[in-house]
């Protein structure tokens, strides 16, 4: 019998205690300091206790668990449902200043009709016994021209004819002026970023005139709460506007915003991904976002009203009483995710879709399937990765994400790191409070 290659091990944040999880058997405890010493030592004290909860093993036998859970979790992502995104253009009404599409050509675009027929017909054919529903993305989906509008519209009804539901990613100026077309939609959430309260969002988020975006797009949040049209706030965060999260989170509960079953955030992290960002000493690296909003937290406990960050899966563990399934795989590019855009072609997700070179094919004029890529993105997981092979906390990163990885290394099958040890230490010392 030997430790589980599995076991996360590590001491919590302004603790003396330690946890010890294992997402292959499903196990997490805390270990006070005397029997984290026993476990540091080799000299733990029941033996039974931690063979039944897989911290101990017969490594054949783990092996034997391990791929029966990752046979598991393929059948599992078979039957999970698909996110379409459909970028009818590149084209934004905003300046923001930390854009990766801002070197995007082809800007100025309009979608096609036929391009929106072909892509419903590609659906149909390729998806047809997929759960699956459509997001409509961009560059800015929600443009107030009468040709966008239209455009959008035909997406919409589209989506309504095959009874699908739909998502919008927006920067939410013009939410006010396409309430009416998304009150015929069904919809699933539209996500709207918001950088911080008034000034600081304005500093970030501005229109291409250099005139502020804020109160437009608060009065356009609310408008949809008011309709029962679920919000999904994100706000992305780097050291320029972190401080200002526990007063957006204030603005949001103050709003009533926080009260409604359907308000959620997200924070998503301010990164460098296909160009050089003109200032990137203002990004994090991932645990240092975590490490800031963790302080954050406990210095204004309200923002877990506004938000509860993840922590890896500390949040999951406390929320739920249990682990998550083993995750073998965390990017969705090509296996849940797709990405389509108005020139006919077709990518693995947002993180690829306008990228030159990034094509996996074309859904019109003809529809055109570049195999060889596809199958090497429909490849990736913890188990094509050399890398994460043997890595411990394989089974909560799953390998990360292929653009990011494949950006950093110029390989697709390679890993995008994940702290998880770290966000452990942060997330069970705050939810274990
Ligand atoms: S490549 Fe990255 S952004 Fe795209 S689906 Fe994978 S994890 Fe997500
Ligand atoms: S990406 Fe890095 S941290 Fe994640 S499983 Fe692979 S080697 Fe481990």
């Known amino acids: 019998m030997e430790y ?31 029997e984290a010493k ?24 783990e092996e034997k668990l391990y791929k029966k859970k990752y046979l598991d979790f393929i059948d599992e992502r078979d039957n999970d449902e698909v996110q379409l995104f459909f970028t009818p253009w590149y084209t934004c009404n905003f300046n923001c200043s930390y854009c990766f599409q801002d070197e995007y050509t082809n800007a100025n675009d ?15 054919k390729q998806f047809a016994h997929r759960k699956k529903y459509i997001t409509i993305f961009g560059g800015e989906p929600f443009l107030n021209t009468p040709a966008k509008k239209a455009s959008i519209k035909k997406v919409i009804e589209g989506a309504n004819a095959r009874k699908l539901d739909i998502a919008v990613v927006t920067n939410g100026y013009h939410i006010t002026d396409f309430i009416d077309i998304l009150k015929t939609a069904r919809v699933r959430e539209i996500q709207v970023t918001v950088d911080g309260t008034q000034q600081v969002h304005d500093s970030r988020r501005m229109l291409k005139g250099g005139e502020g975006s804020f109160n437009r797009i608060a009065e356009g949040v609310s408008l949809l709460l008011e309709n029962n049209i679920p919000v999904n706030m994100r706000m992305i965060v780097d050291k320029d506007n972190v401080n200002n999260l526990p007063y957006l989170a204030r603005f949001a509960i103050e709003k009533g915003w926080t ?28 645990i240092e976002m975590y490490q800031e909003i963790y302080e954050i937290i406990k210095k204004y406990p309200e923002v877990l009203e506004f938000h509860k960050p993840a922590f890896s899966i500390a949040k999951f563990i406390f929320e739920n009483g249990e682990l998550p399934s083993p995750l073998f795989d965390s990017c969705s590019g090509t296996k849940t995710e797709w990405a389509f855009d108005y020139s006919g072609r077709i990518y693995s997700c947002t993180a690829t879709v306008g990228n030159i070179g990034d094509e996996l094919g074309t859904f019109y004029p003809e529809i055109n399937l570049k195999e060889d890529l596809i199958e090497e993105w429909e490849e990736r997981d913890v188990l094509a990765i050399s890398e994460c092979s043997s890595c411990s906390v394989r089974l909560a990163c799953g390998g990360g994400c292929a653009a990011i990885a494949k950006s950093r290394t110029g390989k697709l ?19 274990n409070e």
């Open 4 to 34: 589980s290659k599995h076991n996360i091990f590590s001491k919590i944040s302004n603790s003396e205690s330690y946890y010890l999880v294992n997402v292959l058997s499903g196990n997490a405890d805390i270990l006070e300091p005397s």
């Open 38 to 61: 026993k476990y540091i030592d080799n000299k733990i004290s029941n033996t039974q206790e931690y063979i039944d909860k897989g911290y101990l093993v017969d490594e054949k036998e």
């Open 110 to 124: 309009n979608v096609e009709d036929a391009v929106i027929d072909a892509f419903f017909n590609y659906v149909d």
């Open 259 to 286: 009260n409604s079953p359907l308000f959620k955030t997200a924070l998503g992290r301010n990164y460098e991904l296909h160009h050089c960002q003109t200032n990137n000493t203002r990004l994090f690296k991932r």
């Open 413 to 431: 099958h390679s890993p995008d790191c994940r702290p998880i040890a770290e966000l452990l230490e942060l997330g069970v010392s705050l939810y």
